[in-house]
């Protein structure tokens, strides 16, 4: 995924009021990206305050380890494409219609679209399958087939 963003670092305040934290690294460090970066779906803040690592290292160890995960699951759950110019359903498998098709058959074009067909029952012919064809799904999807 592209993802744009901007870095952030402030001092901060000291509990007991007036002026702020002393130390090595006394400041709250953060970053807010969004993705995909031509039409952006999700946006996610980071934040790490008194880093107990130097400054590149909290971002490095303690802000990127929290947002790359985040936007990354988010993403996927969400379906959201990973086009650099748009976000347009290339990277998705379009599900065959298969029903009433013979099994071996139905497995290929299943197969054949980058999915997981997945059999039930001993019949030769399929009588039903789990996701409606047509629809757009993540390539390796398991599609249910009943025989």
């Known amino acids: ?3 744009e963003g901007k870095t952030g670092t ?3 305040a000291a509990p007991n009021g007036g002026g702020y934290v002393k130390g090595p690294n006394p400041y709250f460090v953060s970053f807010m990206g969004d993705a995909p970066k031509k039409n952006p779906k999700v946006i996610v803040y980071a934040g790490m305050s008194l880093a107990q690592k ?3 290292e909290a971002y490095e160890l303690g802000v990127s380890k ?3 995960p985040i936007m990354e699951n ?3 759950y969400l379906n959201v494409g990973k086009s650099k110019d748009d976000t347009s359903n290339a990277e998705y498998s379009k599900v065959p219609d298969v029903e009433g098709q013979d ?4 497995i290929d074009n299943v197969s054949a679209k980058s999915l997981e067909p997945v059999t039930i029952g001993s019949g030769t012919q399929i009588k039903a399958q789990s996701i409606k064809a ?5 390539p ?3 599609v249910l087939l009943l025989t």
Do not use: I, P, R, W
């Not at 099994?103 to 139905?106: G, I, T």
């Not at 047509?134 to 993540?138: A, D, E, H, R, T």
């Open 1 to 3: 995924y592209e993802v």
């Open 10 to 12: 402030a001092q901060v």
């Open 66 to 68: 929290a947002f790359k």
């Open 54 to 56: 130097n400054d590149l």
């Open 134 to 138: 047509g629809n757009k799904v993540l």
């Open 74 to 76: 988010t993403l996927k």
């Open 103 to 106: 099994k071996q058959k139905a």
């Open 140 to 142: 390796h999807s398991k």
